[in-house]
């Protein structure tokens, strides 16, 4: 395939970020020991880089004990910054692995809409088929029709099982039809679109607990996952995503989308810095084959390498 390589791609979705660093940090080459008004440049760079305040303190606590890496030039000062943030992503870089036993693994897919819930589903569908599980997708946002069409071209264009309702359906229903059909066939992997109307907390809630009172009923270990998708050109409001959805639905683990274009990714670090979340991969485009593992040094290269 032509067109951008994975890391260009990857580059981009982190160029604001990394920019934003690089600007701010430039006026200090030269100078042969950081002063507190350098500090100070610091934090406020990394903080307009989305990494968020704590990051950005821990990362100022971390050189000012390093004063003199100045003096070694930026490429020192680049490898402090990204030793910091390659500390805090290491610990939550953690793909999503099929362990489940009985099967099915049942992977339930939570995010707002358009965050890119449905094409991560189909991606992780993918992933799973390259490793060999049999999978099955369940469209369980049964409130939009299109939302059950589109999950129905992703299952026939991967060739695999679906089970979807009519529109306006009950979901814990067709999650619980789901179950027993996959369990009755040797399915792996279970994977469950869900309604993404964030704006209608209550329902959202009563609805996503529903699925899961009904799941284990069948299985007391299922949802096994609970993976909210994120979208990475949101910036900030992806943090406030976490903290209504770790509380309407007790989120075990991330992805974050569109990490390609003019994303601000650097709200990925702020995230794993305040929730400590594993983050099982990242979505670069638009098509299946666009699901990368999270590597947490490459990334944190990346967001530091523009330091100059
Ligand atoms: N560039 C880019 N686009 C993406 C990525 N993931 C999803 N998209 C696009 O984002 C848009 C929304 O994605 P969907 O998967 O439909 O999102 P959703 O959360 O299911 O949204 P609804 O269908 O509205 O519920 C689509 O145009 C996708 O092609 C990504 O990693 N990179």
């Known amino acids: 395939m032509s067109g951008p390589s994975w890391s260009e791609r990857l580059l981009g979705g982190l160029k604001r970020t990394s920019e934003r660093l690089g600007e701010n940090l430039s006026g200090l080459t030269g100078k042969s020991r950081l002063d507190d008004d350098d500090l100070d440049r610091i934090e406020e760079a990394l903080i307009t880089a989305d990494l968020g305040p704590a990051m950005a303190a821990r990362i100022r606590d971390r050189l000012s004990e390093r004063r ?7 490429e020192e000062l680049r490898k402090v910054v990204a030793e910091e943030i390659a500390a805090v992503l290491r610990p939550v870089a953690e793909p999503l692995e099929i362990d489940a036993f009985p099967r099915p693994q049942v992977i339930l897919v939570i995010g707002v809409n358009g965050s890119g819930k449905t094409t991560t589903i189909a991606k992780l569908a993918h992933l799973f088929q390259e490793q060999d599980y049999g999978v099955m997708l369940v469209a369980g946002d049964t409130f939009r029709a299109a939302a059950i069409g589109q999950l129905k071209v992703w299952a026939e264009r991967l060739g695999v099982p679906i089970m979807a309702g009519p529109e306006g359906g009950d979901s814990a229903g067709i999650v619980f039809d789901a179950v027993k059909q996959a369990t009755a066939t040797g399915i792996d992997v279970l994977i469950v679109d869900t309604a993404g109307r964030l704006q209608n907390k209550r329902e959202l809630m009563d609805e996503l607990a529903k699925i899961k009172r009904v799941l284990g009923r069948l299985n007391p270990a299922a949802p096994h ?14 943090l406030s995503q976490i903290d209504v959805f770790r509380e309407v639905a007790g989120v075990t683990g991330l992805v974050m989308t569109k990490l390609d274009g003019t994303a601000r990714g650097g709200v990925l670090v702020a995230a794993a810095e305040r929730h400590g979340l594993p983050i099982h991969a990242i979505g670069i485009g638009e098509t299946m ?9 490459e990334i944190a290269g990346i967001i530091a390498g523009n330091i100059r």
């Open 289 to 297: 084959g666009d699901l990368r593992p999270f590597d947490a040094d």
């Open 225 to 238: 996952d609970v993976v909210l998708v994120l979208d990475a050109t949101t910036g900030q409001n992806a």
């Open 68 to 74: 003199d890496v100045a003096a070694n030039g930026t």
